[in-house]
């Protein structure tokens, strides 16, 4: 069965320090992988997506980066963060099904970064 | 984008009542949707999905509605447990787009 890991589960950083967040998913092979930040009491806001080893599409210009060195793994950056950064991100997998279809996303449990 | 709104909106039901949670999608191309449930410090969890060319898809106690003319989209809760009490958000997904966008969300609570 497919799952995936985020990491850390909780971030403390003051701002102007850089971020790594790390996404990875077992049991599948070549998955889209997404990005999404929640703000508290808000809905899902889509940072960045990957449909490929190197392959980033960003939706919204922001202090933020993506990349994907591995099939099956993607990670979210910063080199300074800034306060309007805090917010809960969370990592997404979706896959091709009967050949045309996406299957849902599957989401990790998230990382809930505070921006201090 | 991205949804607006500090409050989402709230669902209250007794519990053993139905749920029907509604959600008005923005793309008349959309093909595919989805409803999720989370969970407070939770991770989005997948509850059923829906494509285009069908207008109901049923689960375990649950139910999804397509109306297509009118872009609306619910999902009905049968006797709703104090487990259901999360936040209930829609997605929806155009054909030839690797993008899944969200509604806002809705907060179920479940009363005793």
């Known amino acids: 069965s497919q799952t995936i890991h985020q990491w850390p589960a909780t971030l403390v950083q003051p701002v102007g320090s850089p971020l790594s967040l790390e996404c990875t998913v077992e049991?599948?092979?070549?998955?889209?992988l997404y990005w999404y930040r929640q703000a508290a009491g808000r809905g899902l806001q889509l940072l960045f997506y990957?449909?490929?080893?190197?392959?980033i599409s960003s939706e919204v210009p922001q202090n933020l980066s993506a990349s994907r060195p591995q099939d099956r793994q993607f990670i979210l950056s910063s080199k300074k963060l800034l306060l309007s950064d805090s917010g809960f991100y969370l990592c997404?997998?979706?896959?091709?099904?009967?050949?045309?279809?996406?299957?849902?996303?599957?989401f990790g449990n998230g990382t809930r970064l505070t921006v201090t | 984008g991205e949804s607006v709104g500090l409050h989402l909106p709230t669902l209250s039901v007794q519990e053993g009542d139905n749920s029907i949670i509604n959600c008005a999608y923005s793309?008349?191309?959309?093909?595919?949707f989805i409803w999720y449930k989370q969970e407070s410090g939770k991770g989005p969890q997948f509850i059923i999905d829906?494509?285009?060319?069908?207008d109901k898809r049923q689960g375990q106690r649950v139910t999804v509605l397509l109306n297509k003319t009118v872009k609306h989209l619910s999902l009905q809760i049968a006797a709703t447990q104090p487990g259901d009490s999360a936040v209930y958000f829609c997605?929806?997904?155009?054909?030839?787009?690797?993008?899944?966008?969200f509604g806002t969300g809705t907060r179920l609570k479940v009363l005793a």
């Open positions: 049991g599948t092979s070549n998955p889209n």
């Open positions: 997605a929806e997904k155009t054909p030839g787009t690797y993008k899944y966008i």
């Open positions: 829906i494509r285009s060319n069908m």
């Open positions: 997404a997998w979706s896959v091709l099904v009967s050949g045309a279809y996406n299957s849902p996303l599957h």
């Open positions: 990957s449909v490929g080893i190197g392959q």
């Open positions: 793309n008349s191309a959309s093909d595919y």
